[in-house]
Nanobody, 115 residues
Framework: QVQLRESGGGLVQAGGSLRLSCASS????????MGWYRQTPGKERELVAR???????NYTDSVKGRFTISRNYGRNTVHLQMDSLKPEDTAVYYC?????????WGQGTQVTVSS
């Protein structure tokens, strides 16, 4: 079992920045990947960014060049730096990790970008 603790959501004006953090109860060295998804009412949860154990990353097209995913091994934490935020980035953001072919999710943190 993996517990995830998220932090960093909030309200920001368009063009502003936020940094999300997700701490894992399991060592990152044992995880296949860590990442962030987001969801708005009536829509499916979508991948935002993910970082694999080997260091490769991928991003959804709409956030490329604006969001950066990174990790801190010592604290078993993954961060999502979100810059140049847009109103369409408003969503609940969920931390996701995979361990032994099973997905684990955080409780979600609200990000609201006002125009």
């Amino acid at each position: 079992q993996v517990q995830l603790r998220e932090s960093g959501g909030g309200l920001v004006q368009a063009g502003g920045s936020l940094r999300l953090s997700c701490a894992s109860s399991l060592s990152m060295l044992r995880l296949t990947h860590m990442g962030w998804y987001r969801q708005t009412p009536g829509k499916e949860r979508e991948l935002v960014a993910r970082i694999f154990s080997g260091g490769d990353t991928n991003y959804t097209d709409s956030v490329k060049g604006r969001f950066t995913i990174s990790r801190n091994y010592g604290r078993n934490t993954v961060h999502l730096q979100m810059d140049s935020l847009k109103p369409e980035d408003t969503a609940v953001y969920y931390c996701n990790v995979q361990w032994r072919s099973r997905d684990y999710w955080g409780q979600g943190t609200q990000v609201t970008v006002s125009s």
